[in-house]
């Protein structure tokens, strides 16, 4: 489409809504777990405002509650977050030119879910006014509903928060579900990794932190050797049959 | 918690940080080995496989539990429905499952 469509801030905003809208069961799950983690509403809410990563905090949350050292747990972040290099890299393409403190700014707000939103825009350039408003009601609506899940958590009935603590596992296979139809690499990209971790996790060979580190790596570079091999193979093959 | 906590924190906002700050800034425009990238292209689905399995097995102590949450989760996501729905219909299944 040609006309000027989302490029202000309260476009951003509107296209932001739904991502706010679903990170509230979340955030709020995120707040009710790290209460029963024994953080206290300040520790909780600082993580939704300075680091501001579903997947690595929740992680975070686990490897505290079993007593995983510190540093280990900043280099899962580390590992967990080291995506958002690539969806900045390819967000980079397409954002208008701007001042680098204003890149800087916005770069913060990169989810995986605000990606998604930018990224799919029909726009041949993303607008910064957009960038941000997209990214100010995501954040708004994490870090809100972070405290509110600590305050009102203990509040919610026993099975409605047993049935929460599924939340983010639902959220991730529900990012994952859509890519793997239709592409067998990322089948075995997540299926080789899943195998892994449940080897090295019921072993006991490695604690939870390191075992997704080595799981992830180990599946990531393995398919991508396997393709990268079999491409060749592709290419000796159709080179063969032209020579024929 | 204390003060390694907050220390905690801090290297956790560095190290979210800065692959999101990096390509819009500094690296801009600049390409990496292709081998390079096609291995961090992969660790987004690698890593919601291993986040996956076996953690949501063992969210209650009651093994089906999680088999069901998985099994409504992957159901929900392979019919299309949106992460959001996928996250509320999968908590509404559970929740009627853990009242009986």
């Known amino acids: ?244 | 918690m204390g003060s390694t906590y907050w220390w905690m924190l801090l290297g956790m906002a560095i190290a979210t940080y800065v692959p999101r700050m990096i390509p819009l800034t500094i690296l801009d425009g600049k390409e990496l080995p292709p081998i390079v990238s096609g291995v961090l292209r992969n660790i987004p689905y690698a890593v919601l496989g291993a986040l996956i399995f076996p953690a949501i097995l063992h969210i209650q102590d009651d093994i089906l539990f999680g088999i069901i949450g998985a099994v409504t989760a992957f159901a929900l996501a392979f019919i299309g429905l949106d992460v959001m729905f996928v996250v509320i219909g999968t908590i509404a299944t559970l929740a009627v499952y853990s009242l009986f």
């Open chain 1, 1 to 244: 489409m040609g006309c000027l469509v989302n490029t202000t801030f309260s476009h951003g905003l509107k296209a932001g809504l739904s991502i706010a809208i679903g990170y509230f069961p979340v955030a709020l799950t995120f707040g009710l777990l790290a209460k029963t983690t024994g953080l206290s509403i300040m520790e909780a809410t600082a993580m939704s405002l300075f680091v501001y990563a579903g997947a690595a905090q929740y992680m975070a949350l686990s490897l505290l509650a079993t007593g995983v050292a510190p540093w280990l747990i900043v280099t899962n972040t580390f590992i967990v977050n080291i995506r958002h290099f690539l969806m900045t890299a390819a967000l980079s393409e397409k954002v208008e030119p701007a001042p680098k403190w204003k890149k800087a700014i916005y770069a913060f707000g990169i989810t995986d879910e605000t990606f998604s939103v930018l990224a799919t825009q029909q726009n041949r350039q993303i607008t910064t006014a957009f960038a941000f408003g997209v990214a100010l009601i995501a954040y708004s609506s994490w870090v809100i509903f972070t405290a509110v899940g600590h305050v009102i958590g203990a509040n919610l009935p026993q099975f409605l928060q047993q049935a929460m603590s599924v939340a983010l596992y639902a959220m991730f296979i529900g990012l994952l579900v859509p890519s793997m139809k239709g592409n067998r690499k990322v089948v075995l990209l997540a299926a080789i990794a899943a195998a892994i971790h449940c080897v090295l996790y019921y072993t006991h060979l490695l604690s939870t932190g390191w075992s997704i580190l080595v799981a992830t790596l180990a599946s990531a570079i393995f398919v991508e050797i396997l393709y990268v091999k079999s491409n060749k193979n592709v290419e000796r093959f159709t080179e063969q049959k032209e020579e024929n």
